[in-house]
């Protein structure tokens, strides 16, 4: 498995923007897809977005579509998560996860996960 750290939350503004960060250890990230999911307080861990091993095809929540921009560096081993316009909404602990195989928007496709950074937007 790859081991995955997270950075680059905090408090923002509504309106503003935040890039998040994954850091993955392991020589064999490149063959990874990569994801961001959110959970909020009280609710589900939720999909926000997904990047294949090339980088060749993303997919994102309606609910952050156009907002978000996820992308990876496989040379970095790092897979971000660029934020625009965050909404109150937004707030939660992001985390990044990993598989090698899944092509999915379910948390419990993905068998590595990081520690998960907190995004706060205030209104």
């Known amino acids: 498995q790859v081991q995955l750290v997270e950075s680059g939350g905090g408090l923002v503004q509504a309106g503003g923007s935040l890039r998040l960060s994954c850091a993955a250890s392991g020589r064999t990230f490149s063959r990874y897809r990569l994801a961001w999911f959110r959970q909020a307080p009280g609710k589900e861990r939720e999909f926000v977005a997904a990047?294949?091993?090339?980088?060749?095809?993303?997919r994102y929540a309606d609910s952050v579509k156009g907002r978000v921009t996820i992308s990876r560096d496989n040379a970095k081993n790092t897979v971000y998560l660029q934020m625009n316009s965050l909404k109150p909404e937004d707030t939660a602990v992001y985390y990044c996860?990993?598989?090698?195989?899944?092509?999915?928007?379910?948390?419990?496709?993905?068998?590595?996960w990081g520690q998960g950074t907190q995004v706060t937007v205030s209104s």
């Open positions: 990047v294949s091993w090339s980088d060749s095809f993303t």
């Open positions: 996860a990993a598989d090698l195989s899944a092509w999915s928007t379910l948390a419990r496709d993905f068998g590595s």
